[in-house]
């Protein structure tokens, strides 16, 4: 995939500023720290469009992107971080449910996990819901370059395994391995997404 343009369109704090273009929407999801926004920054070959961090948790609004004038990226906030004030992380699933049930734009959830780990209780959980309720959904295993092949042939058959053998891809911001795997799909899901 070409892109072409790449901006910022605004950060969301409520159901109100989510922006209404009807275009198709795919919608990045994972733990705090999963990598959400180097996935963004990779797939669409710009280095800081969407802000990256070490202080994991920070993130508390939706960012949305409109690529080629045609796609829409939302990256929502990271879950699951300890330090976050419990009040904080209850917010989460609250937004994240009103997001995902309610956004008619949504055309696929990127669910992203640590290729290095296990999912998390949350992590299974979100995959659950997504499943339960029918959403259009695939798995990214991220920071793929962190381990040997051998390592990450076995990880990811280990993730398949624990989110009901669901396939998943194994990607890299660092490399950009798995960009066009993830571009494909990205691309059907938009194909298929009623006009
Ligand atoms: P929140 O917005 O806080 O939820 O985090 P996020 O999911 O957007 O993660 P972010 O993209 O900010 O990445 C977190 C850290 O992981 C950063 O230090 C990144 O440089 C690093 N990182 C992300 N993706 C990769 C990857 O594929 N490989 C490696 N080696 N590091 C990565
Ligand atoms: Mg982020």
Redesign the pocket.
């Known amino acids: 995939m070409r892109v072409a343009r790449a901006e910022f369109i605004k950060s969301a704090f409520e159901r109100s500023h989510w922006p209404h273009d009807k275009r198709p929407e795919i919608a990045f999801l994972?733990?705090?720290?999963?990598?959400?926004?180097?996935?963004i920054n990779?797939l669409l070959g710009r280095k800081g469009l969407?802000?990256?961090?070490?202080?994991?948790?920070?993130?508390q609004s939706i960012n949305f992107f409109l690529i080629n004038e045609s796609i829409t990226f939302a990256?929502l906030?990271?879950y699951g971080?300890a330090k976050v004030p419990k009040t904080m992380r209850q917010e989460w699933g609250k937004m994240a449910e009103q997001y995902l049930s309610e956004r008619e734009e949504l055309a696929l959830g990127i669910q992203?996990v640590d290729s290095r780990h296990e999912p998390t209780k949350l992590d299974k959980q979100l995959h659950e819901w997504l499943r339960f309720n029918g959403k259009p959904s695939i798995i990214v295993a991220?920071?793929?370059?962190?381990l040997s092949s051998n390592q990450l042939r076995k990880n990811i058959s280990a993730i398949e395994n624990d989110l009901s053998g669901t396939p998943v891809i194994a990607?890299?911001?660092?490399t950009g391995n798995g960009r066009d795997l993830l571009w494909r799909a990205i691309n059907s899901a938009v194909a298929e997404f009623p006009k």
């Not at 991220?142 to 962190?146: F, L, S, V």
């Not at 990607?171 to 660092?174: A, E, P, R």
């Open positions: 994972g733990r705090s720290n999963v990598g959400k926004s180097s996935l990779s969407a802000r990256t961090s070490n202080t994991p948790g920070r993130t990256d906030p990271g971080y992203l991220t920071k793929a370059d962190k990607y890299s911001s660092v």
